[in-house]
């Protein structure tokens, strides 16, 4: 095989960047961390998982509590001189005792996490027993069964000890004082308890059906709802969680029984419940202060006159579910949403699977589709024309600016050309022969971070005329023709640890500087991290970038009304994390969403425009019709 037929079999299976490529400069483990790093918790959660009818799991008892279920029912009956656990008496078969299968492998665990139920000393453990026959008998069994083990069920004996249960089959309240304090009850509404008689009482319980016939798709009526918020007030009143057996199990059915006040989520599915209930708290955002929106004019709007400047703002990693989640989350509100042409771009690369930065933003940059893995070059490694240098054919001059990484893949596709995109180094110093983009901004590279290669690096940019600064101010105070801005890791951390609107202020600081040179300008400004937040599948980390990124675009808007020659286009090189809302409160700007992946999705993305020939940009379309129609738009084309 000759060596370019080699070349090009390489090319098709996505390896020839390792060909071309020098060493890869990958960012620390940023991208593991956010894909595969736990969510930190930040609120209480008000609901559990209860593990019903467990015994029916593949592996009784440790399903549900490697699953984290905090409630575990097992249902009882008496043969032989022995408890077991079964639905029905026809079910019960030997060696599967409450002993074997539920008191002895939790004496283990318990013992294991030094004297408490999990290694998480927040957790809690409740080992709920429905008796299926008559409690007189059972009760004394049962009794002489924990007796050796008082030190893990007796909370005098230890704050962290497990509470036994009793349901099904109970005596009245007025005999719980004949039983062992450790022994707990499953309170009923219909009955009356004494405030001494409370104090045994564990939990209040009901069956759903007694309430309503609701399915778990929509919700129940509202007068079904009523009167189970009503029941659920009680119970808090008590201080009591509620738990509701025979609801049905989904997102939506959690979701409204959690807003009806149910503490304890019943389910046959602990995994699934598992899933749901860790992603609980990343999934929910409740908006604080309110962004204020701009409302343009729209008198330059739509019409037909050639802009003299482009604007693009690329949220990265941003599809319709970010931008409708951050929407819900400012009260209905965005500067996005007052734009009035939308498309949608296809991000689909010339790699198996789904695009990534790499590819999405040079498609955009170059017109032309290319590998995952590469940016702005061809199938075989060519480079390729990007905006900046087609624009400036016709006099514009460009700004790159980014929230992430200076060299990443999205800025960097529109000032360099490379088979791989982790080339961190060689990716920085193609700016030392690029006369086209005139200010780049964004956090410093990686590799630049050691102070005897940045300072380096600065020494060969001041060369090339460019003037680098290390924070904004200095940045807005510059007046040279050529400036980079490298700033810290701690200055471009993510809006919900601090970050400041550092994109407002680099997007209205260039436009100050270029609208007076040249013939006019292209920016690209993105906002990065609303990525990073969909590969945490964390919400709030997606609705502060989104709303971030949303003063930049009402930044540009206003521009373009006073300027009356400014096109702008905000859109996303893709999608990340197959964000869908399952819940949505605009009033209270409360919702919660699901991210069905921590990657990028194949879901189609939207395409916004303001200004003149916005017009040109509705419609569905290839990501690669954005550079064309950018091109057409300016009438730049040879």
């Keep these: 095989m000759t060596f370019v037929k080699l070349f090009l079999a390489l090319v098709l299976t996505g390896a020839a960047s390792n060909l071309l490529a020098q060493p890869a400069q990958v960012p620390e483990g940023r991208f593991d961390r956010l894909m595969y790093g736990a969510h930190n918790h930040r609120h209480s959660i008000a609901v559990r998982g209860h593990s019903h009818n467990d015994y029916e799991q593949d592996i009784p008892l440790l399903r549900a509590y490697y699953a984290g279920m905090e409630s575990i029912e097992a249902d009882l009956f008496l043969r032989d001189d022995s408890l077991y656990v079964a639905h029905d008496a026809k079910d019960i078969m030997q060696g599967r005792t409450l002993d074997q299968l539920y008191i002895k492998p939790l004496a283990n665990l318990f013992t294991r996490h030094g004297q408490q139920p999990f290694a998480d000393s927040t957790k809690n453990l409740q080992l709920v027993l429905d008796f299926k026959e008559d409690h007189r008998i059972l009760l004394p069994k049962l009794i002489a069964l924990l007796e050796p083990y008082r030190f893990m069920f007796d909370p005098a004996l230890n704050k962290h000890a497990i509470r036994i249960v009793i349901s099904g089959d109970m005596p009245q309240p007025s ?18 308890y004494s405030d001494v008689q409370l104090q045994r009482i564990a939990m209040m319980s009901d069956n759903l059906r007694n309430y309503t016939k609701w399915n778990g ?15 659920a007030a009680r119970a808090r009143l008590w201080h009591k969680p509620f738990r509701l057996w025979g609801a049905p199990e989904s997102p939506n059915t959690w979701i409204i029984l959690e807003k009806m006040g149910i503490t304890w989520l019943n389910t046959d599915h602990p995994d699934v419940l598992k899933t749901y209930l860790d992603d609980l708290d990343a999934a929910r ?61 296809q991000t689909t690369s010339l790699s198996p699977g789904n695009t990534d930065s790499g590819a999405g933003g040079s498609a955009i940059a170059t017109g032309q589709k290319s590998y995952n893995g590469t940016i702005s070059v061809d199938t075989i490694g060519n480079r390729l024309p990007r905006l900046p240098e087609v624009l400036a054919k016709v006099g514009k001059v460009s700004a790159v600016l980014s929230t992430g990484d200076a060299s990443d893949a999205t800025p960097a596709a529109f000032y360099a050309s490379h088979t791989d995109r982790n080339a961190s180094i060689a990716i920085t110093e193609e700016l030392l022969d690029n006369d086209v983009v005139k200010i780049i901004a964004g956090e410093l590279p990686t590799p630049y971070r050691d102070s005897i290669r940045r300072h380096a690096l600065e020494h060969k940019l001041n060369q090339a005329n460019y003037q680098v600064v290390s924070n904004v101010q200095q940045f807005q105070r510059s007046t040279s023709d050529k400036l980079i801005g490298y700033f810290s890791e701690q200055d471009m951390t993510a809006i919900k640890d601090g970050r400041k609107d550092i994109l407002r202020s680099l997007l209205t600081s260039s436009i100050d500087k270029m609208d007076s040179v040249g013939a ?30 949303d003063q930049a675009v009402g930044a540009a ?9 400014t096109l702008v286009i905000v859109t996303a090189d893709h999608e990340t994390g197959a ?60």
Excluded: C, W
């Design 557 to 565: 808007l206003r521009f373009a009304d006073k300027n009356g020659e």
């Design 579 to 638: 964000l869908s809302l399952l819940h949505a409160d605009i009033e209270k700007g409360k919702l919660q969403a699901h991210f069905a992946s921590n990657d990028h999705s194949a879901m189609m993305i939207p395409v916004m425009a303001y200004g003149p020939r916005a017009q040109y940009f509705t419609g569905y379309y290839q990501n690669t019709e954005l550079f064309n129609k950018i091109v057409a738009v300016l009438e730049a084309s040879d």
């Design 520 to 549: 006019g300008f292209f920016i690209m400004a993105e906002g990065a991290q609303i990525d990073y937040g969909g590969h945490a599948r964390d919400l709030d980390y997606v609705v502060t970038e989104t709303l971030d990124f």
């Design 285 to 345: 955002v409740e908006g604080k202060s309110i962004n204020d929106v701009y409302l343009p004019t729209y008198i330059p709007d739509g019409s037909n006159r050639i802009p003299k400047n482009v604007i693009l703002l690329i949220g990265d990693g941003m599809g319709l579910g970010h931008i409708q989640a951050t929407m819900v989350a400012n009260k209905g509100h965005l500067n996005m949403t007052q734009l009035k042409y939308i498309g949608f771009s």
């Design 217 to 231: 798709k929509g919700v129940p009526t509202r007068e079904e709802m009523a009167h189970i918020e009503q029941q």
């Design 175 to 192: 005999s719980f004082q004949n039983y062992p304090d450790y022994i707990f009850f499953d309170g009923r509404f219909e009955l009356e």
